[in-house]
């Protein structure tokens, strides 16, 4: 596009907002009070992020804690790998039916997903590979908005309907993926083009790794940390951008496939889901540039670089450190951190994984010593999934998608709260501090 400059001189000067302007008007900036507490915009049932307490109006921190319909989602995890088996699908029905499963419920439901999980005909062939994207996550909010055109009752809003809609989406999350995935190998990579069915019987874990494999061959250990995976980002209460979005989009009575398509936009987003992309992306500069990779000492330095904007992208943000809710400690990098230990010692990549610790014990200090601040920084969740992930040969280009795969179960269950506990829609105000201007006639300007 000509004059482009000229352009951007006009959008800047037009669209600047003096940062005093926000405390003279006491708004909350990215709907958070002057503490870093989260603006109090709704109530729900579905999930609960636990970082802090108030007391007599001081934020104190404490130890994260979070909970899936009031239970504890360590204890989740911890029932699925001390029975042997998958924890995924009894989070989803969880999530969506607000109270646990009987083994011949969850049976029911784990047959009702495999069942669901096959595309309409001719949709793979005639919107995922007659339109390849480099980016599975804009080709998967594409594909779920492309499934409207597939419903035969689309629009109606009876919470049966909603329902139907939301145990699709979910069910096909990890085929869409999976074949965006494949189509943009294909036809972007110039690679073999590979397509499997889903297999009788899988669970979503099983699926994913059989779809995305040109072998559909995978271990027992690699489906449980994937499994694990899922469990840990189902759901992480409705503040949190993409839920939120949800809820906002949801608010206006819209249909099941714009609210969805919309969340899956907010989690692609760097500061969101794409966080586990750009700690792998943050952690290959750190390789590049610390040459002892144990040096407490070297490695601060080049955090303390990364904190000024002088390394890595510029943005001054260690990704994978910090979080909006979690002071102390977020209770899913323990039960991760753990199975990465795990794969790491199989993997032969014990030397990496002690760089990602020492780095993960490291930050708080260096960002203390850089901002002079006393914020809590501890690690959060998207720091270990890029490894782990990698460490299983899933291709970066799918590390988002499947916190997508996961999520989708939060985002369909708050679906279902809106639908059926909402009915105002949301409509916050903004403060417009644009000075009145007179009209000026064309001829004399």
Avoid at 111 to 122: G, T, V
Avoid at 322 to 346: Q, W
């Amino acid at each position: 596009m000509k004059n482009t400059k000229e352009y951007m001189e006009k959008i800047s000067e037009n669209n600047h907002i003096d940062l005093e302007l926000y405390s003279k008007y006491n708004v909350k900036r990215g709907l958070r009070n002057a503490d870093g507490t989260g603006v109090l915009v709704g109530l729900t049932r579905v999930g609960d992020v636990h970082g802090y307490i108030i007391d007599e109006g001081e934020k104190i921190a404490v130890p994260g804690k979070l909970y899936y319909r009031g239970i504890d989602v360590e204890d989740l995890a911890a029932a699925a790998e001390e029975e042997h088996r998958f924890g995924f699908e009894e989070t989803i029905y969880l999530l969506m039916f607000g109270t646990l499963p009987t083994t011949e419920e969850l049976e029911k439901f784990c047959q009702i997903l495999a069942e669901n999980r096959y595309l309409p005909d001719q949709f793979v062939e005639d919107n995922i590979q007659k339109a390849p994207s480099k980016d599975i996550m804009n080709k998967l909010a594409a594909s779920v908005l492309t499934l409207y055109s597939y419903d035969n009752d689309p629009d109606n809003m009876a919470p049966e309907n909603v329902l139907r809609q939301c145990i699709s989406l979910i069910a096909q999350f990890p085929s869409i993926i999976a074949y965006a995935y494949m189509a943009k190998k294909h036809y972007h990579d110039e690679e073999s083009l590979i397509i499997h069915l889903p297999k009788n019987g899988c669970h979503t874990a099983e699926t994913i790794l059989s779809l995305i494999r040109p072998d559909q061959k995978y271990s027992r250990l690699e489906a449980e940390i994937l499994d694990l995976a899922l469990v840990l980002q189902a759901e992480h209460g409705g503040g949190n951008n993409s839920t939120y979005a949800v809820h906002l989009i949801s608010s206006t009575d819209t249909d099941t496939y714009s609210a969805i398509a919309a969340a899956v936009g907010s989690l692609k987003g760097a500061k969101h889901g794409g966080a586990n992309a750009k700690v792998m992306s943050m952690m290959e500069d750190i390789k590049q540039g610390v040459k002892k990779w144990d040096d407490e000492g070297e490695v601060a330095d080049y955090l303390t670089k990364i904190l000024k904007g002088e390394a890595f992208d510029g943005s001054g943000l260690i990704y994978g450190q910090g979080h909006a809710v979690y002071t102390i400690s977020d209770p899913r990098v323990k039960l991760l951190r753990d199975k990465a230990a795990v794969l790491a010692s199989e993997k032969e990549l014990t030397n990496e994984f002690d760089l990602y610790n020492l780095i993960a014990r490291l930050t708080p200090e260096v960002f203390k010593k850089v901002k002079g601040s006393d914020k809590e920084i501890c690690t959060n969740v998207d720091f270990y999934t890029g490894f782990i992930y990698r460490m299983m040969g899933i291709p970066d280009e799918l590390f988002t998608p499947l916190f997508a795969v996961s999520r989708v179960a939060g985002w369909c269950a708050h679906r279902m709260e809106e639908v059926i506990a909402g009915g105002k829609i949301i409509r916050p105000a903004y403060k417009c501090v644009q000075h009145r201007l007179p009209y000026i006639p064309i001829d004399k300007r």
